[in-house]
């Protein structure tokens, strides 16, 4: 509830709207029940008595006040739309603003599905509720209260009939929406489950095609979806139960005033005109009833939805820029690490321990380690994706900390493990490195990447199509578009993580070579499983399990470090060759 009201604070922009709205639906309102009073005075003032320019006059007021509810139904229904959907559209983006501020930690917290979910399927359930109450709530309890009163003023001898039927409808509806809302926040959690798995899906097709799990899947699928079928139909059976009954009861009242009013008419106390405007306001408050629960249940759906919204809105990004930061017109990109410890859970076991290494502008450096070793999370923290638990990273003799976010991922080119290529041309994703990327500088990172050679062969070049997620280039392709991406900038730190796995031997020659020759002035690191790809680095970093187990040439580090030894022997390094290094094949010659 708290949630949902604190939301309002989006539809300030569309106050104007937001009142506007039901004042329309005040004036269909009054239409709407001027009207069986209207056939009321037709029926016993004219048709009775014969008078028929009476009628003809009544009529037209008859049909001028339909017309003017019309107009303010119509109108009512155009400001409240204004009102939700700018109130909507405000709050998503708001989100995805906040969405992008999150760290990976963040969003390692809330997963992506459940973001996915709330930026779509929430924010549309609150839209609903405040078109919902703009249009419904206000109509719905002022044609009941004015249904009511009519009824008290001008046919009283019916009013009895009223004060025992309303307490039955309103209990039959609470009783019907306090099942049916339990049932609906049943189905939300439901769909959740649905978009999660379904989101699964997509993102690992391929693996799904590859190891032919599609049954195992459909199969998964399918018992969500029947658990999803099943709750929607025992939902919407309680909610169409609810008619019937309160039809059946209304027919009862119906039945009460036609009784009452023969025994009237006969006795002459009543007229014919009152039984029927009575049957009118009867139905009338019905359709409120029923309405007004309606909207209370898309209201009860949305407080859900609104807490959702709010715990994105409300998680504080937890990698700050500090107020007064330092925006350096140039990186030179010394790197020193001093006793870093890292961990992903707060109070977790470090994943990162004791870790103080020195890296000069320029340098070469290679890491390796074994699998989990942490390697991939040591160079996660330079661009601060997450922050250190101990310790400092400095640039420059410089905290990260200390430096504009901005300044300092503009100085870092990041190429992660798993290549990600965006919808558009390769001249778009080679902006996304840099905004005013010239012709010539796209080709020169692209062919020190060695994806000139395949964007040549592309229909249009740099103007080719990709698809979604790049799925129209194969994995060494994608691979190379990101390390030109990365390129284009020169940055003055370059981090190649695990990044040439999917390009055969040559191509990662080519691109090693390059990185040497024509980035020389970066500070570069890169990860590698292989030893070839790491032996002519300046210097090798060796991990095992989150700590540098070694540092130094391959030349040293052959001759002196035992997990060094061992991976360079699982890959076919001969004890022999310790101390003649430059016979084991390297990429970078
Ligand atoms: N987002 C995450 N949340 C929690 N733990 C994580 C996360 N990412 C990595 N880890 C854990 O941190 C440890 C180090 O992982 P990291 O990816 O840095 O290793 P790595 O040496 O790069 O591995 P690989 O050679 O397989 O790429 C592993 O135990 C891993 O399970």
């Known amino acids: 509830m708290q949630a949902l009201w604190n939301l309002l604070k989006y539809l300030r922009p569309y106050w104007m709207f937001a ?206 979806n029947h658990d999803l079928t099943n709750i929607n139909r025992r939902a919407n059976q309680m909610m169409m139960g609810l008619m019937p009954v309160m039809l059946f009861l209304v027919n009862i009242g119906i039945v009460a005033a036609l009784w009452m009013g023969v025994i009237k008419v006969e006795q002459g106390t009543s007229e014919v ?42 998680t504080v990004p937890d990698i700050q820029e500090s107020q007064e930061a330092y925006r350096p017109e140039k990186i030179k990109g010394n790197i020193e690490f001093r006793n870093v410890d890292f961990s992903y859970s707060k109070n977790g076991e470090y994943v990162l321990k004791e870790i103080s290494f020195k890296a000069n502008g320029g340098e070469k450096i290679g890491i390796i380690g074994t699998i989990g070793s942490g390697k991939s999370t040591l160079m996660k923290l330079i661009p601060r994706l997450y922050d250190v638990d101990r310790g400092e990273i400095c640039i420059d003799g410089r905290n990260i900390k200390e430096y504009g976010l901005r300044q300092l991922r503009v100085a870092i080119g990041f190429i992660p493990q798993k290549a990600s290529v965006f919808s558009g041309t390769i001249m778009d994703n080679l902006q996304y490195g840099k905004d005013d990327v010239s012709k010539e500088e796209a ?27 790049g799925s129209n280039l194969s994995g060494g392709q994608k691979q190379r578009l990101s390390i030109a991406r990365a390129l284009v900038r020169k940055p003055p730190i370059l981090i190649l993580d695990d990044s040439t796995s999917a390009v055969d031997a040559l191509s990662e020659k080519a691109i090693l070579h390059s990185l040497q020759e024509e980035y020389k002035d970066s500070t570069t690191f890169i990860i590698s499983s292989k030893i070839s790809s790491v032996m002519k680095a300046d210097r090798i970093i060796v991990m095992e399990d989150g700590r540098i187990v070694g540092m130094g040439t391959h030349r040293e580090l052959v001759a002196t470090n035992s997990v060094y030894q061992e991976i360079y022997r699982t890959q076919g390094g001969k004890e022999e060759s310790v101390h003649e290094s430059g016979r084991y094949e390297t990429s970078w010659q």
Request: glycine share 6%; charged share 15%; aromatic share 10%.
């Open 19 to 224: 009142i506007i709205g039901p004042l329309f639906m005040c004036l269909e309102v009054a239409m709407d029940l001027m009207q069986p009073m209207l056939m009321q005075h037709i029926i016993d003032n004219g048709i009775a008595t014969g008078d028929h320019s009476y009628v003809v006059k009544m009529s037209i007021l008859l049909l001028a006040a339909a017309l003017i509810g019309l107009f303010g139904g119509l109108a009512c229904s155009i400001y409240s739309t204004k009102a939700a959907v700018n109130f909507a559209t405000d709050i998503r983006q708001e989100l995805f603003a906040r969405i992008e501020q999150f760290s990976a930690r963040n969003t390692d917290e809330i997963r992506t599905g459940k973001l996915i979910t709330i930026t779509t399927n929430d924010v549309s359930s609150v839209q609903m509720a405040l078109l919902m109450t703009l249009k419904v709530f206000v109509r719905s309890p002022l044609l009941f209260i004015g249904s009511v009163i009519i009824v008290f003023v001008s046919a009283r001898d019916f009013f009895p009939i009223l004060i025992v039927l309303i307490p039955l409808l309103a209990i039959v509806n609470w009783y019907f929406m306090k099942h049916a809302g339990r049932l609906f926040r049943k189905v939300q959690e439901t769909v959740d489950r649905i978009n999660t798995k379904l989101q699964e899906n997509l993102a690992g097709i391929r693996v799904v095609k590859a190891f032919g799990r599609q049954e195992y899947e459909k199969t998964g699928f399918a018992a969500i």
């Open 273 to 314: 005109g009152v039984i029927l405007a009575f049957i009118n306001y009867l139905t009338i408050t019905l359709n409120a009833l029923i309405s007004s629960s309606h909207v209370l249940m898309v209201i009860s759906r949305a407080f859900p939805s609104a807490e959702r919204i709010k715990q994105v809105l409300d």
């Open 443 to 469: 080709v020169f990172a692209s062919s020190a990447a060695n994806a000139m050679e395949f964007i040549e062969k592309l229909d249009g070049e740099f103007e080719h199509v990709l698809t979604q997620g």
